[in-house]
């Protein structure tokens, strides 16, 4: 069984998250590279949470990884060293090989970032493949009912 962190709230993943000195920088505001970290560790979770390892997808009959090509986020607030965050999660789409997910930061509710993130499942060398089936079985409840 693979550790687990966050909790699934319906369709959406939460991650806490705790700033600590190695995330900010010299003033103890949270270095904007430190976002894109807690992004990942928040998608990597919700995707635990649902039953999808990474480790397990690679080590299939049909070797799977994810290569983000999109990622736009928008810096609401500041967040300091200390402060306790929460990364929500949520997969809202799936089209071909592309899986569409969009993500906040929230400290205490008040919205710190918020960020869409595209990622497309690929081959060992790199090539864009279809998401395997048990993957696509796994995600599918918690897609956006809307989604096209």
Do not use: N, W
């Not at 993130?117 to 409840?141: F, H, N, S, T, Y």
């Amino acid at each position: 069984m693979t550790a687990q962190a966050g909790e699934l709230h319906g369709r959406e993943h939460r991650l806490d998250v705790r700033i600590y000195y190695e995330d900010t920088d010299f003033t103890g505001v949270v270095y904007h590279g430190a976002y894109v970290r807690f992004l990942e560790r928040g998608r990597s979770d919700f995707l635990r949470c649902i039953g999808i390892s990474h480790a397990d997808l690679m080590a299939g009959e049909a070797p799977t990884a994810f290569s983000i090509i999109r990622l736009a986020i928008d810096f609401r607030r500041a967040a300091r060293i200390d402060d306790a965050l929460v990364v929500r999660t949520t997969c809202h789409r799936a089209s071909g090989a592309r899986l569409f997910f969009r993500q906040s930061i929230t400290r205490d509710e008040a919205l710190i970032a918020e960020a869409q993130v595209e990622a497309v499942c690929i081959d060992p060398a790199g090539g864009a493949k279809r998401p395997p089936k048990r993957l696509m079985g796994l995600i599918q409840p918690f897609l956006s009912p809307d989604a096209p």
